[in-house]
């Protein structure tokens, strides 16, 4: 009988080290499986990162482009600030002396008056260092191809820096003139 006893507790012994084992082997396996999602989410998270990663360093290769064709127009810009320095300073006293400019001097058609009349006014401004002499204002107006006004408004003389205003109506005869054909040009010795 010790011996059905010692092979009842072998078994006994063997059927709880079966159980271990597989409790042991199913513990094992929910590791395993615990470890292997948190490995694959791990995995996943790193491959969208290193996505972002390139994505963000396109975006530094487009903006780095940009800084370098922007820093291209500045060169360019502060050359043609120096070119245009440089003819500045090239200039002789003779360039600066009287030059004679129109400032806000606009016309208006007005044809339903009569006579019917072209209404110029501005200012006519010599920004030069020295006086210009016999300045006058040569208006033109076409109606069509025809010219209808062509006549000069004598200003006088403009001293340096200085300005006359102008407000004249120059007097025509026939229909309307053509919209926007009228010019204004200041002369002067």
Same mark, same amino acid.
């Given at each position: =009988?010790?011996?059905?006893?010692?092979?009842?507790?072998?078994?006994?012994?063997?059927? +709880?080290?079966?159980?271990?084992?597989?409790?042991?082997?199913?513990?094992?396996?929910?590791?395993?499986?615990?470890?292997?999602?948190?490995?694959?989410?791990?995995?996943?998270?790193?491959?969208?990162?290193? #996505?972002?990663?390139?994505?963000?360093?396109? #975006?530094?290769?487009? &903006?780095?482009?940009?800084?370098?064709? &922007?820093?291209?127009?500045?060169?360019?810009?502060?050359?043609?600030i120096l070119n245009l320095q440089n003819q500045l +300073?090239? =200039?002789?006293?003779?360039?600066?002396?009287?030059?004679?400019?129109?400032?806000?001097?606009? +016309?208006?058609?007005?044809?339903?008056?009569?006579?019917?009349? &072209?209404?110029?006014?501005?200012?006519?401004?010599?920004?030069?260092?020295?006086?210009?002499?016999?300045?006058?204002?040569?208006?033109?107006?076409?109606?069509?191809?025809? &010219?209808?006004?062509?006549?000069?408004?004598?200003?006088g003389t403009i001293g340096k820096e200085d300005s006359?205003?102008?407000?004249?109506?120059?007097?025509?005869?026939?229909?309307?003139?053509?919209?926007?054909?009228?010019? =204004?040009?200041? #002369?002067?010795?």
């Open positions: =009988m010790s011996e059905k006893k010692e092979d009842m507790v072998n078994k006994k012994v063997a059927i +709880a080290l079966g159980v271990i084992v597989m409790v042991l082997f199913s513990g094992i396996i929910v590791v395993f499986a615990y470890f292997s999602s948190a490995v694959t989410l791990r995995d996943n998270i790193i491959a969208m990162k290193d #996505e972002e990663i390139l994505s963000l360093q396109s #975006e530094i290769e487009t &903006l780095e482009g940009q800084v370098s064709d &922007l820093q291209d127009q500045v060169e360019a810009q502060q050359n043609q +300073a090239s =200039m002789t006293p003779a360039s600066t002396a009287a030059r004679v400019i129109n400032v806000g001097l606009g +016309a208006d058609d007005n044809p339903f008056y009569n006579p019917p009349f &072209l209404h110029v006014s501005g200012y006519v401004c010599n920004v030069g260092s020295e006086t210009a002499y016999n300045v006058r204002l040569h208006v033109t107006a076409y109606r069509g191809s025809v &010219l209808v006004i062509d006549t000069y408004y004598n200003i006359k205003q102008i407000d004249e109506n120059f007097e025509y005869s026939g229909e309307a003139l053509t919209p926007n054909s009228w010019t =204004m040009t200041p #002369e002067w010795t």
